[in-house]
């Protein structure tokens, strides 16, 4: 970030007439914007991909009406602009609150929980120059920050005043507490081998090629954290198999039952872009980040910084359709397999990683 | 004023509105939200002054682990037993003389001390520093703290286990 703001400074005379620190906190305000609008964005196009590949899962097509009418786009087709209508219905849409809720609380709990997701977009490495700010600690730095979604989330449930949310919302507080552990134990994995929490420093170690990703490193121990990461992440954003707080079958909605309009756009939101920012951190900790799978092959044409952000990106997309591709195979658990999957399946085998990694650094 | 202070009164100014409203709130469940906004902004004052990996931890244990707990608490007794849980106000007189005793005590030692003021400057990497004096000076504290809380642990399986009959 100072870097830039100090390029900036020293090329154009336009930058040089401010302070840097008022560059600064425009610099960072203006980021901070570009993220909400990045989640904006990718929710947008999630939501298509999810109502799509769920649909080709299960052998239908999905929206195909909705195509605009403006001439060329209206070629594209397989109903593009499905999740644009929804976007504006959702904005059209009266926002209710219920009688007996707690009106301040449910007014900050959506965005408490939307906060959380954008504050840990600050440090995901798009690429080398390319992060908001590439700070020391900066796995720890999102374990942490990601830790208020849990109050979003228990706020939303509790300020509806109703059976359904309070219900949602403590199963979803049971769950991401519990599944915070195996995370940040495996987490603790990729920290211990590359001795840094700095993103950067982990996918500088990964450089080089597929076989140089912590994947395939110390096999099949890292094979088991990345599996345990993924799990723990998906529970954590409480997708299916892990969406309990949310089962529409039993609880209606969960925490977001008495949320219309544009708050219940915000929950939507912040799930599909926790979703991405799942995917940049698993790439980031376990596939290589922006580094291309290729290495030297092709000449290191595909090592070029530009090709940077294009891997990474593509690396979280494939997550994401792997989040879905679960959730359109499994049935949801039951809260008491749940709670066994975390504490006496994930959590051992983290520890048995952990274990395992340091006997080999040491021997 | 340049932005370090800007932030820093941002934060300060947040960290006592909402130990106000911590303190001063009937509703127990905005007592939590208001102690929750204590300390993330005391986490960012942590920040300013370098101590990058205290302010992570600080988010880490208290707002994902207690507050969250905190809150757990009071959903779990107000909603479903239906007990309305609001403080009160009790033995106001001698709550005043104890609160303006800590006070004067506080002013004292903030005017009595000889602070250190750094320039705030460049952020340098804490953990690295943090972990070896942890692993050489400050290791017997380190093992104690590990095996309280290993005792806790225990204690909470002992007493969320299933009684057998």
Known sequence: MEALIQALQSQSAFFSQFSESLLALIFFVLFGLLFATVAAVCALVFVYLERKVSAHMQDRLGPMEVNTEIPVLKKIGHGWAQTLADAFKLLLKEDIIPDAADRRLHLIAPFILFAAVIAAFAVMPFGEKLVVSDMNIGVFFVLAITSFSVIGVILAGWASNNKWSLLGGMRSAAQIVSYEIPNGLVVLVIVMQVGSMRFNDIVIAQSGGILNWHVFQFFPLNLIAFIIAFLATLAEANRAPFDLPEAESELTAGFATEYSGFKWAIFYLSEYANMFLIGIFLSALFLGGWTSPFGSLFGGFFDQPGWQPIWIILKAVAIVFLQMWLRWTLPRLRVDQLMYTSWKVLTPFAFVAIFGVGLWMLL | ?165
Request: glycine fraction near 10%.
């Open chain 2, 1 to 165: 004023m340049n932005y370090f202070d800007l932030t820093f009164y941002v934060f300060a100014i947040g960290a006592v509105v909402s130990a106000g409203m911590m303190v001063f709130s009937r509703n127990l469940i905005y007592c939590a939200v208001g102690l929750l906004f204590a300390l993330a902004s005391v986490a960012g004052i942590y920040v300013l002054l370098g101590a990058d990996f205290l302010a992570a931890t600080q988010l880490m244990v208290y707002v994902g682990g207690i507050v969250a707990l905190l809150l757990f608490g009071i959903m779990l007794s107000v909603k479903f037993t239906g007990v309305e849980l609001r403080t009160g106000t009790l033995q106001m007189l001698p709550g005043l003389m104890i609160a303006a005793g800590l006070f004067l005590l506080l002013v004292r030692m903030v005017f009595r001390t000889e602070w250190a003021v750094n320039q705030p400057g460049e952020m340098l990497p804490t953990t690295s520093t943090i972990g070896k004096r942890i692993m050489t000076d400050l290791l017997i504290p380190f093992e104690i703290a590990s095996i309280l809380l290993l005792v806790a642990l225990i204690g909470a399986a002992y007493m969320a286990r299933r009684e057998r009959t």
